[in-house]
């Protein structure tokens, strides 16, 4: 992250206004820049500032208005593929509690998706900190995502009460970032089978 600029958590960015629908007259311009971070990010690319701004034909200083820093552009990226993959993990219906199977399933996606095993690889200590700081915003939406997740699992009688549901799913989210960071922590190969062991008997 050295030489990058940096922007305040709290500072809005022209991405952020697009994505959620409130800035239309940058909107296709910044849409562009934010799809082809993406397309980056899927072949397992690393996001590169200055080369975004190159492919896009525009300088650094516009790239940066559009999309605020390039930790804000990769959480946006990060986020986008997080959103999508539980989408897809409602939809399924598995047998039991479906947060421990969406979960368990996000981790091994996680694990196998080119974009995030070299953003582990070549950038431990950055993507730990952008998936895992508590002061972060990819931290703050995945804890509220897998709040929600347990508490529907809860309404429909699949989970049990006992522990507080704030404290379920930041222990949800802390089982499994240590089984998508596991090379970093303790040099093991990351395995999603171990996280659902877990999972199962935390969420049931």
């Not at 992250?1 to 239309?24: K, W, Y």
């Not at 509690?97 to 694990?111: E, H, K, M, Q």
């Not at 699992?153 to 507080?164: F, Y």
């Amino acid at each position: 992250m050295s030489g990058e600029r940096q922007v305040t958590p709290s500072t809005s960015t022209a991405l952020q206004r697009a994505l959620s629908g409130g800035d239309v007259t940058r909107r296709p311009a910044v849409l562009d820049a934010f799809a082809a971070a993406r397309r980056r990010f899927a072949a397992g690319e690393r996001i590169d500032m200055q080369g975004l701004a190159d492919e896009l034909g525009i300088n650094r200083v516009t790239l940066y208005r559009w999309v605020g820093s390039r930790e804000q552009l990769i959480t946006e990226v990060l986020w986008s593929a997080t959103q999508k993959s539980f989408s897809r993990y409602r939809r399924a219906k598995p047998e039991g509690p479906r947060a421990a199977a969406a979960l368990t399933a996000f981790v091994r996606d996680v694990n196998d998706h080119p974009g995030m095993r070299q953003l582990l690889r070549d950038e431990p200590d950055f993507a730990l900190s952008l998936l895992t700081s508590t002061s972060g915003e990819y931290q703050r939406r995945y804890l509220r995502l897998i709040r929600e997740l347990i508490d529907e699992d809860r309404d429909a009688g699949l989970i049990s009460a006992e522990i507080p549901l704030d404290d379920l799913a930041y222990t949800a989210a802390r089982i499994t970032e240590s089984y998508i960071h596991t090379r970093m922590i303790t040099g093991e190969e990351p395995d999603a089978r171990r996280a659902e062991a877990v999972l199962r008997v935390l969420l049931r």
